[in-house]
């Protein structure tokens, strides 16, 4: 795969050396919309090193473990060391530590870490490679090209569009780290309290704040050190496999942290052309039936309806919800040509009126009455009369007529 060279790209005319360097193609090019600065910013690049590591596990054994012993009615807590090539030399060779003067050191801890490796189940899954598009991203709203505005006191400015600052961060190397644990004591009785007391942290996540990993106890091993002229020791070997992350500030003389501005997109408005009226009539349209998954999942649709002046609406989910909520109403018998109810009619979310007379239909024993055979103007404010023209209906109305108004009702 090629690579970023950028001692073959001119840096006056941005023109790239013909010349291949590596691979069976040439050089990329320096994409500069790519590159935004970060010398403006406070925000630190994140990284993880094996001493960060090796820092969280020691602070958790000083720090949450606290492993101490009892001596004399004493109790004695037991110094952690992390042990450097030397001290290490020492302990393989005579199995024990001494101080600068000379003498023994008990109770003492030893930490080593003796392996790193690459997590296999991780490689499998390619999650360690880097190819393009394969980062972590954190988004910040407020940055110089979307600034807050007061509330109280709003400064007459063009805004921008809204933009959010985006910081990519490289995936981690996912390790697995072993270490060894040596615990000294003078008796056995110190040293298998002091084991007790590590045990239970065996299903913990060991380390300090941000830094916590996963950490496993092995099988530990026991063993006794009687050196002619020496004071007994019991030592203890626990191994502790701990499952890591490590991520340098810079791979191949590139920052691991970049960051770019979010990408303007251009929204296309749905636009219909309706063949009759939707708030004329209970029946809804067969094109906004169609995109009525489209408004009730938060998409609003622009409709062109005859009758609206040349103009269009916004059909959302607060007016596609009017539309389509229709509900019956029974009347109550005045006499021969009147009927009323106290339901009230919904108010239209675009027109802020209450909904038409043709916004509703009625049904006499199950039968459609024709708009021309009565007279109604429906209020949201006021008990709804309904006066029927009986020479138009044919009939007049009885006590007994069951009439239903099916329509757009509050």
Do not use: H
Not at 53 to 76: F, G, H, L, M, S
Not at 85 to 110: C, F, H, T
Not at 148 to 159: A, H, R
Not at 304 to 310: D, H, I, K
Request: net charge negative.
């Amino acid at each position: 795969m090629p690579r970023y060279n950028r001692e073959n790209v001119d840096r006056k005319t941005n023109k790239p050396n013909p010349a291949v360097t590596e691979g069976l193609q040439p050089d990329i090019l320096l994409n500069r919309a790519l590159q935004t600065r970060r010398d403006d910013d406070v925000i630190r690049t994140k990284k993880r090193t094996l001493y960060d590591i090796d820092y969280a596990i020691k602070w958790y054994i000083d720090n949450e473990i606290q492993p101490q012993i009892t001596d004399n009615e004493t109790v004695i807590p037991i110094p952690v060391i992390f042990a450097n090539g030397e001290k290490w030399d020492n302990v393989r060779r005579l199995g024990y530590l001494r101080d600068e003067k000379g003498m023994l050191q008990s109770p003492a801890i030893m930490l080593k870490r003796t392996s790193a490796v690459e997590r296999d189940n991780m490689r499998t899954l390619d999650v360690n490679r880097m190819p393009a598009q394969n980062f972590l991203t954190a988004r910040q709203k407020y940055n110089a090209r979307n600034r807050y505005e007061d509330e109280l006191f709003p400064t007459p400015s063009n805004q921008p569009a809204e933009s959010q600052t985006i910081y990519v961060v490289d995936i981690p190397k996912y390790m697995t780290i072993e270490y060894e644990m040596m615990l000294w004591c003078d008796f056995t009785t110190q040293l298998n309290d002091v084991v007790d007391q590590v045990l239970p942290y065996g299903r913990y996540l060991w380390g300090n704040e941000g830094n916590r990993f996963a950490t496993s106890i092995g099988s530990i091993s026991f063993e006794t050190i009687n050196t002619s002229g020496e004071d007994r020791l019991v030592r203890a070997t626990i191994p502790l496999t701990v499952q890591g992350t490590l991520l340098s500030q810079q791979e191949a003389r590139v920052e691991t942290l970049k960051t770019m501005y979010s990408v303007k997109k251009v929204v296309y408005d749905t636009v219909l052309d309706l063949d009759a009226n939707a708030f004329e009539s209970t029946a809804i349209p067969y094109a906004l039936q169609n995109a009525s998954q489209l408004i009730f999942s938060g998409t609003p649709i622009q409709v062109n309806m005859p009758g609206s002046g040349g103009g269009s609406s916004t059909i959302d989910v607060v007016v596609m919800s009017y539309l389509t909520n229709l509900t019956d109403q029974i009347t109550t018998y005045s006499n021969s040509t009147t009927v009323t109810t106290t339901a009230l009619a919904a108010t239209n979310p675009v027109t802020n009126l209450s909904a038409t007379v043709n916004e509703f239909d009625i049904y006499i024993n199950g039968q459609y009455t024709d708009k021309v055979a009565y007279t109604w103007t429906p209020s949201n404010i006021a008990t709804q009369t309904i006066i029927f023209d009986t020479s138009t209906l044919g009939y007049s109305i009885t006590s007994d007529d069951l009439i239903v108004i099916n329509g757009r009702w509050a």
